[in-house]
């Protein structure tokens, strides 16, 4: 099993910048893709961003290309993402997820097998 564990979330205004942590803990050697999703209230959760844990290939959601930048630390087992240039609608409950089976980045939830508790991003405007 792997554990995940969020961190980093608050209140900021437009424009500014927030840098959310994912610890993660137990078979992480197992570990192929990590993902960064968010749920804003009545809405689905999304895909933002997802990286490939062993060779960091990349991939974001249209709407925060240029502002947000997923990244990770193999050897303290942490995934981050900056979050530059926030906008009102970036406002959403943020989850890390990881998925230990081998293939390409996916946007697609149902594909991750372990998920963090989430942490809440708000945009004053």
């Known amino acids: 099993q792997v554990q995940l564990v969020e961190s980093g979330g608050g209140l900021v205004q437009a424009g500014g910048s927030l840098r959310l942590s994912c610890a993660a803990s137990?078979?992480?050697?197992?570990?192929?893709?990590m993902g960064w999703f968010r749920q804003a209230p009545g809405k689905e959760r999304e895909s933002v961003a997802a990286?490939?844990?062993?060779?960091?290939?990349?991939y974001y959601v249209g709407s925060v290309k240029g502002r947000f930048t997923i990244s990770r630390d193999n050897a303290n087992n942490t995934l981050y993402l900056q979050m530059n240039s926030l906008k009102p609608e970036d406002t959403a409950v943020y989850y890390c997820?990881?998925?230990?089976?081998?293939?390409?980045?996916?946007?697609?939830?149902?594909?991750?097998?372990?998920w963090g508790q989430g942490t809440q991003v708000t945009v004053s405007s």
């Open positions: 990286i490939n844990w062993s060779d960091g290939a990349t």
């Open positions: 137990g078979r992480t050697f197992r570990i192929y893709t």
């Open positions: 997820a990881a998925d230990l089976k081998p293939g390409t980045l996916t946007s697609n939830p149902t594909v991750y097998d372990y």
